[in-house]
């Protein structure tokens, strides 16, 4: 019987709520993500080995060697190695193997030693794949929690193609993303951006079939799934996609990689290392490698050590207390030159801050390349209440012909809706949003237009005359919502001004008790 997403998903958080008695909810993926990832390696290997055997048992003549060959050509994709060959405790790497040897001692070594060997056995794939592991130590872990994680695990049915899809195995996997989030504010909330904002970007740069797609600051990989996910979506094939991903922790790309594979995409390389320092991702030349779609969401207000001499610092060079302009030079220098465009969520500070960055605006909009600035609202994200927005950006060139000398402003900082811990953007937000990006014409300014958002397009003689100021509230407005605060101070002022004529007539009682007058005009 095929496995439900609810009964995958609440198996495995029993098996992460076994963690509690040990650290907290923000370091629980470093854990649960490898083993889970593990369990499904060990399990579809399994499955694949069974299907072997039972397709093969005539072949009993064949040598070691031989069989093995026959195995890994035609049924499996990966190996699962033996750990400590030819020593008494030779055992295969596998989930199943190390389980059975729960109640010994040593059990974080036996587990390191086999993530190591699939490691080592697959270079081509799983290099570095499971982070630094430092859960598989006994002060860090204790054997005995682990113990229990394990076995927690185990009752998750088997992780392998022929029991589960890879859309519920996936969607699982964004599942514990998202609750260990939730639950544990901004350390997990650094690597996970909210899917409805993923979405968002990725509607409104829309990849197509064999295109390139690259995320600078990928984190858990969420914007790179997302992009296969919406062309399936839109009758694609979104596995024709090759997706590119940098990040900066060894472990949160490891996360990254594991994700990928959770949900069947393989077409991928994720780098780790310093993008603005070190980008990975490079042509021949020694220049950034190009790619046709570009999407990020940068670290905030990241303290950086400015470039001296790159080619990337179109218009100048981002001041050393924010790296948030560094990033956009980056995603532009790495756009496509024939169709790339690129989205980047950023704080409104970017929009407006002057200086070095005003520098790099002027220089940005006077080159035609920004495309739109979309105002979101303000906490939607989990690790910062701020608001933010998206700045879309078209190669040289390259923009629609109704939107080449100027900037597209959508303001939809007022369609969300409260939820837990912060504001959410429903499936109509995002639809009204893309409709509004997509429109060939503008609301005016006001929200009279696409669903209560503000657009309009703004030529660049316009912005220029402000100093290249892209503050939102200076190009439109949200008319409704003006009105309802009108409102609402009204209200304010006349439950004030009653209050204060009350009192007043109670101090003049007082005063005309005592035989003081005169103050009653």
Known sequence: MAVTQQEIENRLWDAADELRVAMAEAQYSSVVFPLMFWKYLSDTWEHQHQEFLADNEGLDGLSVEEAHEIEYRDYQSFEIPFIHPGTIKECRASWSSILSTITQAGLGQRVRASLQAIETANPDKFSRLFGSMTWTREEVLS???????????????????????????????EYLLKRFS??????????????????????????????????????????????????????GRGYTLSLYGQEA????????????????LTQFKVEVGDTLKDPRFKKPDGSVAQFDVILANPPYGLKWKPWSDDPRALGGVAPQSSADWAFVQHMIASMDPKKGRAGVVLPHGVLFRRGQEAAIRQRVLDDDLLEAVIGLPANLFYSTSIPTCILVFRAPGTKPEERRGGVLFIDASKRFTKAKNRNVLTEADIADVVTAYHSSSDSGGTTDGHGGIAARFVPTTEIAATEYDLNIGRYVKQAAAEQEDLGTLIDAYNIARAGRQKTEQHMLAVLTAAGIEGFDE
């Open 249 to 264: 922790v060894s472990d949160t790309a490891g996360v990254a990689r594991m994700n990928l594979f959770m949900h069947n």
């Open 143 to 173: 054997g005995e929690v682990l113990a229990a994680v394990m076995q927690a695990m185990d009752r998750t049915p088997k992780m392998h193609e022929g029991n589960m899809s890879h859309d519920v195995l996936g969607g699982a996997y």
């Open 182 to 235: 939730d639950g544990s504010g901004t350390r997990a909330g650094q690597f996970f951006t909210p899917r409805e904002v993923v979405e968002l970007i990725v509607e409104v740069l829309d990849p197509k079939g064999h295109e390139s797609v690259y995320d600078p600051t990928c984190g858990s990989g969420g914007m790179l799934i997302a992009s296969a996910n919406l062309l399936k979506a839109h009758g």
